[in-house]
């Protein structure tokens, strides 16, 4: 049995989907990582200390980028069959909502943190602190969702029901 996934990045028209999901995501990850940077010169550094971060940082976006465009074609190939496209809304849920690690807006939450108060910074520092565990568990909610959807069997391409004409040679 082929798989869904598989059968869908057999198609090049997602393989395009993915490819600036993929790019932008990963730009994303690293940049808020501190593992690249863009002035004073486009830099790419590693700490010894980051490796760990950079290997959730590249799973994370793969199976991200995995899942939504894998939900993107189950999606529409269930408004074409006519059906409710229920489990591919969830996957890409799943994917934004396990991707978008609140761990990511340390800026932004420290920025509200000027209007809002000292909280708002210990929240920040709070989830900064526990970037690991959250990267965790955001790879084993994007695993789930990609095993439901190879498992789901809805990007399945089945033959048609034709009947089988024998010939029959006459003695």
Known sequence: M?????????????????IPILVGYG?????FDQFLFFTPFFTFYVPPSGIVNLVFDLILTTLTTTVLT???????????????????????????AAGACP??????????????????GAVGI???????????????????ATYKLDKSGVCEIRPANRSIIRNRTLN
Do not use: E, H, W
């Open 103 to 120: 761990c990511y807006y340390l800026i932004p939450l420290l920025a509200v943190a000027g209007t809002v108060g000292g909280a708002m």
């Open 126 to 144: 709070l989830l900064n602190t526990f970037q690991l565990p959250i990267k965790a568990t955001a790879t084993l909610i994007l695993v789930f």
């Open 2 to 18: 082929v798989s869904p996934i598989f059968d869908t990045f057999k198609d090049a028209k997602y393989v395009v989907l993915a």
């Open 27 to 31: 730009l994303m990850l690293l940049f």
């Open 70 to 96: 894998v939900s993107v074609r189950q999606i529409l190939l269930q408004r074409v069959a006519g059906g409710v496209s229920k489990a591919g809304a969830l996957g890409i849920i799943a994917a934004i």
